[in-house]
């Protein structure tokens, strides 16, 4: 029996053309990072809008989500929820205080802390993270050595978790101490110094972290960034709780209630 034997320029056609049809999932995949930017105090309605931006990015399976930080601080419970997410993320959570002149102050400073990986641009700030009441008076000096002390030991315990200078950490909140970025990477206080998103990105491909499922190794090399915008009901409710606002519209509603008391039936003023 007599067998053909195949030209090799047809199994050079054959094999190229297998080449260029393999399937696309053989492919290595780009890494999508979802960047958001705070640049107001912490308040319940940006705490809301960090966690649930964190928990999108996890459902759509992005690599990291980038926060763009900065704050003069804000409220400790709003903090708190923040951190609670960052901590309990399935995904890195990178913290930049960014642009150049922004700041990470207050309760910005334990949440860039909290950070898989903490990063600040040339020209930035951070610490000066004494709690301070709001609204309530002075308190006696039981009470804010009791706040101190426990800012202090959660602050510290977060800072070891992710090797961030815990006794830097310690002297923010109880001397207020703040640090240029320079200062911060030098204090190993953050991991990077990096002017711009990109120059992130290619500092921190390869870095490894832990998350809630386990150690991980972030690839950033060539990463496509998916810019989120907040909603217009965020944007509403973000600048109705700037607290000079809110106290401009609460004595607003005082001055509304006076004049209604002072002519009842009148209505508007009441409502």
């Given at each position: 029996?007599k ?5 090799a ?6 094999f190229a053309?297998g080449?260029v049809?393999a399937p696309?999932g ?5 890494p999508v990072?979802?960047v958001?930017?705070v640049?107001a105090p912490?308040?319940?309605p940006i705490?809301?809008y960090?966690?649930?931006s ?5 459902r759509?399976?992005a690599?990291?989500?980038i ?5 003069p601080g804000?409220l400790?419970l ?9 901590l ?5 959570v990178?913290?930049?205080?960014a642009?150049?002149?922004a700041?990470?102050?207050s309760?910005?400073a ?7 990986v903490a990063a600040m ?6 610490g000066a993270?004494?709690?301070?009441s709001v ?7 039981t009470?804010a050595?009791?706040?101190?002390n426990?800012m202090?030991?959660?602050?510290r ?10 006794e830097w950490?310690e002297?923010?909140i109880r001397?207020s ?6 200062e911060a990477?030098k204090q190993?206080v953050?991991d990077y110094l ?18 809630s499922s386990g150690?991980?190794?972030i ?10 915008e907040m ?5 509403v409710l973000?600048?109705i709780?700037?607290?000079?606002i ?5 004595l607003l509603g ?5 004049f209604e ?10 409502v």
């Open positions: 029996m067998t053909r034997k195949i030209p320029v047809f199994l050079i056609l054959a053309l080449f049809c696309a053989a492919e290595e995949t780009q990072f979802d958001i930017t640049q912490i308040t319940p705490a809301g960090v966690v649930k964190i928990d999108q990015a996890a759509d399976k690599q990291g989500i926060v763009m930080l900065d704050t804000g400790d709003a903090m708190r929820d923040i951190i609670k997410a960052m309990n993320s399935e995904i890195p990178i913290i930049f205080v642009p150049s002149g700041r990470a102050a309760a910005g334990i949440i860039t802390i909290t950070a898989h641009a040339p020209g930035t700030n951070i993270a004494h709690p301070v609204g309530v008076g002075k308190m006696d000096e009470m050595k009791k706040v101190e426990d202090v030991a959660y602050a315990s977060i800072a070891l978790k992710r090797g961030h200078n815990p950490v002297k923010a001397e101490e703040s640090l240029t970025a320079e990477l190993q953050i990096a002017p711009n998103i990109d120059q992130l990105l290619a500092q921190m491909d390869g870095k490894k972290v832990v998350v150690d991980i190794t690839k950033s090399k060539g990463a496509r960034l998916n810019y989120k909603s217009l009901r965020q944007k973000i600048t709780s700037d607290p000079n809110a106290y401009l519209l609460f005082l001055a509304g209630l006076y008391f002072s002519n009842p039936g009148a209505v508007i003023p009441g």
